[in-house]
């Protein structure tokens, strides 16, 4: 049975940090795209950061220079360390999982087939 687990969300003021963090278990193969999508009451699914298999590394424009997505693949984990953080960054974070090719960079949901449950953020201003 697959899973992704995210946990590490909460409630900062705004120039706060969080580092959210994914596990992910029951996932089989070595090529495979994960990233930290986010959505806001009344807007669309966003993604916010992918990282690939082989390192490689994706960020929305929103995030890039603010937000560092990363891995430890012997713990079967996925993070993503959030700086600077502003009130438009609130949002339910979620971490998902494909195995589809071309879908990293473009950072489009639809091409995600496996998610998590989601962990809220919270930004005060």
């Known amino acids: 049975q697959v899973q992704l687990v995210e946990s590490g969300g909460g409630s900062v003021q705004s120039g706060g940090s969080l580092r959210l963090s994914c596990a992910a278990s029951?996932?089989?193969?070595?090529?495979?795209?994960m990233a930290w999508f986010r959505q806001a009451p009344g807007k669309e699914r966003e993604g916010v950061a992918g990282?690939?298999?082989?390192?490689?590394?994706s960020y929305a424009d929103s995030v890039r220079g603010r937000f560092t997505i990363s891995q430890d693949p012997a713990k079967n984990t996925l993070y993503l360390q959030m700086n600077s953080l502003n009130p438009d960054d609130t949002a339910m974070y979620y971490c998902a999982r494909t195995t589809i090719y071309g879908t990293c960079g473009r950072l489009n949901f639809k091409g995600f087939p496996y998610w998590g449950q989601g962990t809220q953020v919270t930004v005060s201003s």
């Open positions: 990282i690939h298999s082989d390192g490689s590394t």
């Open positions: 029951g996932f089989r193969g070595s090529y495979y795209c």
